[in-house]
């Protein structure tokens, strides 16, 4: 990738390596650090070298002339912790970088867009559907309104306005994508402000992978941390039921409309945390939110986990080790290790990948899937 800003933009922290490089430093590493479970050969899930984020967000910065006039441009954080200007992007999708200048242009030639704008987030699709959030510090009039609209028709894409205590939605505040996955097309809405995986191609890959190296079950699953239904839909096509959970009501929403979307009548959500449904599991409270749902008429062997930055905590890590098959998604291979420790104890690792969804960066994702000993 040959972008003017490696070596200078934050984003971009393994700027000193082609591709290639990059990810074969991430594949040693992540093998050192397993070595300990396992010594076969990871699976490895690449991105495109380029152009592979549908999700972005950029601050705004402002120069002034000598008219006291501002003059727009994106920014980013720097290597060293400093404002960055940037003209261009080449990391995120081919439909976000072709917007993005004339957007701003447009934005910077209208007093009233441009008026104490502070930052942009762009979230678009393989479906050529695209949300763009427009940040302020200040609050939002019906001019603001009159002149986003326009924006609106005239790219072709949905606008957001938000400020402090303020979100204005001029047409809808979601996208919707189709994903591909193993040859069926499964639908979705991404709503703004809700969790969704940046580079839509590995993420199908990732989904895919999942499917791929599970068997066919009688039996259900159980899902913790299950989002806006990423990867629940998909995989409910292996198993008699599925029992999802997530904390945020935001994503839960977004999933049981992904639910209806793909027809789907063997998932039940609920919203709790990943705690709250291990005391619900063991009797230890009663939860109104599981009043039309009867725990004991699921058969669960199989669990899924796609748990935040920090891991399993020590409650559910256990619930987890009773399940015949744990399939695990991590986004911090630091705390997989950790959990692992406790995790094969009792299961054995059947298949493990790495998931390079964030190229250039530091940052890899990874799949283990156990089965009990």
């Not at 242009?105 to 502070?118: G, H, L, R, V």
């Not at 409309?257 to 009548?265: A, G, R």
């Not at 291990?278 to 409270?285: I, T």
């Not at 969804?357 to 890899?364: M, P, R, W």
């Amino acid at each position: 990738m040959n972008c003017e800003y490696f070596g200078k933009c934050g984003s971009c922290t393994l700027h000193d390596k082609t591709y290639e490089e990059q990810l074969e430093f991430k594949k040693q590493r992540e093998e050192a650090r397993f070595s300990n479970f396992t010594n076969d050969k990871f699976d490895i899930i690449t991105s495109a070298p380029q152009n592979f984020r549908n999700r972005a967000e950029f601050r705004i910065w402002k120069n002034f002339d000598e008219n006291d006039k501002p003059t727009l441009s994106y920014a980013m954080t720097s290597l060293e912790k400093t404002t960055l200007e940037i003209n261009s992007c080449q990391i995120v999708s081919l439909e976000i970088q072709s917007i993005m200048p004339g957007l701003l242009a447009d934005i910077q030639a209208n007093e009233t867009m441009a008026f104490k704008i502070y930052a942009i987030e762009f979230l678009g699709s393989t479906t050529n559907d695209m949300l763009v959030t427009l940040i302020y510090h200040r609050k939002l009039d019906e001019n603001w309104n009159i002149e986003a609209k326009k924006l609106e028709e005239k790219y072709d894409i949905k606008i957001i306005g938000r400020s402090r205590k303020q979100k204005v939605v001029l047409t809808e505040d979601f996208i919707s994508e189709t994903l591909n996955i193993n040859g069926d097309d499964y639908k979705f809405q991404y709503k703004e402000g809700g969790f969704t995986q940046p580079n839509t191609k590995v993420n199908v890959k990732m989904i895919e992978w999942v499917l791929n190296n599970i068997e066919q079950s009688q039996n259900d699953l159980c899902e913790l941390y299950c989002g806006g239904g990423n990867f629940t839909i998909p995989l409910s096509t292996k198993f008699r039921k599925v029992l999802a959970t997530e904390i945020s009501k935001t994503s839960i929403n977004s999933a049981k409309t992904n639910c209806e979307l793909n027809n789907n009548t063997n998932i039940d959500f609920i919203r709790m945390s990943a705690e709250e449904f291990v005391e619900a599991l063991e009797s230890k409270r009663v939860f109104q939110r599981l009043k039309d749902i009867d725990l004991k008429e699921y058969k669960f062997d199989s669990i899924f986990v796609d748990p935040p930055r920090a891991g399993l905590d020590d409650l559910t890590r256990s619930l987890v080790t009773s399940y015949n098959q744990i399939i695990y998604i991590s986004c911090n291979p630091e705390t997989l290790h950790r959990d692992l420790e406790e995790l094969t104890k009792t299961h054995k690792i059947d298949k493990f990948a790495l998931f390079d969804q964030f190229a250039y960066t530091n940052h890899i994702e990874t799949g283990v899937i156990l089965t009990k000993n």
